[in-house]
Antibody
Framework: EVQLVQSGAEVKKPGESLKISCKGS????????IGWVRQMPGKGLEWMGI????????RYSPSFQGQVTISADKSISTAYLQWTSLKASDTAMYYC???????????WGQGTLVTVSS | EIVMTQSPATLSVSPGQRATLSCRAS??????LAWYKQKPGQAPRLLIY???TRATGIPARFSGSGSGTEFTLTISSLQSEDFAVFYC?????????FGQGTKVEIK
């Protein structure tokens, strides 16, 4: 079974750094894209960016370019989403998603809730 | 960036009735369109890809149609578990983009 398991909820202060993770299992990790989707409280889905672990090709939404960094460690089948300086507006649920070369998202991770508050 | 616009924002439907949800792309995306369902407190789940192909395990009451800029998701007979928020997403261009969602609520 293809599965994505994300790291646990985080509570951080503005200005702190954070790296959340998404571990893939049940498939060839290097053969599928892994993306990240943000969902702010009570709002819709926003595509942030995506990485192909096979060659580290990474694409970002213009809305998130420069705000976050997406990376992957194929030796442990894990993708990451990283912030260097969190803001209160980064408070959201973050989902990782697996994507074939064609581009739809399936499956989804269970989500990581990030809360940024002073 | 391609803007995806869903309508209506909220759809009130009685159980057993048919629901029709629309999704419009600001420019053509061919058949590179997916639909997702999200229930409260859960991650979204893929329903449809390629505009009309049901994902594994998705019941036949869900059907998708359209191409280019106009797409439709139809739920033929709403079950209790179908009251949720539905999103469309295009994957023809970078960046991938989602619609803002349609909430299907019990009438």
């Amino acid at each position: 079974e293809v599965q994505l398991v994300q790291s646990g909820a985080e509570v951080k202060k503005p200005g702190e750094s954070l790296k959340i993770s998404c571990k893939g299992s049940g498939y060839s990790f290097t053969s599928y894209w892994i993306g990240w989707v943000r969902q702010m409280p009570g709002k819709g889905l926003e595509w942030m960016g995506i990485i192909y672990p096979g060659d580290s090709d990474t694409r970002y939404s213009p809305s998130f370019q420069g705000q976050v960094t997406i990376s992957a460690d194929k030796s442990i089948s894990t993708a990451y989403l990283q912030w260097t300086s969190l803001k209160a507006s980064d408070t959201a649920m973050y989902y990782c998603v697996s994507s074939s070369g064609s581009g739809w998202f399936d499956p989804w991770g269970q989500g990581t809730l990030v809360t940024v508050s002073s | 960036e391609i803007v995806m616009t869903q309508s209506p924002a909220t759809l009130s439907v009685s159980p057993g009735q048919r629901a029709t949800l629309s999704c419009r792309a600001s420019q053509g995306v061919g058949s590179s369109l997916a639909w997702y369902k999200q229930k409260p407190g859960q991650a979204p789940r893929l329903l449809i890809y390629g505009a009309s192909t049901r994902a594994t395990g998705i019941p036949a009451r869900f059907s998708g149609s359209g191409s280019g800029t106009e797409f439709t998701l139809t739920i033929s007979s709403l079950q209790s578990e179908d009251f949720a928020v539905f999103y469309c997403q295009q994957y023809n261009n970078w960046p991938r983009t989602f619609g803002q969602g349609t909430k299907v609520e019990i009438k």
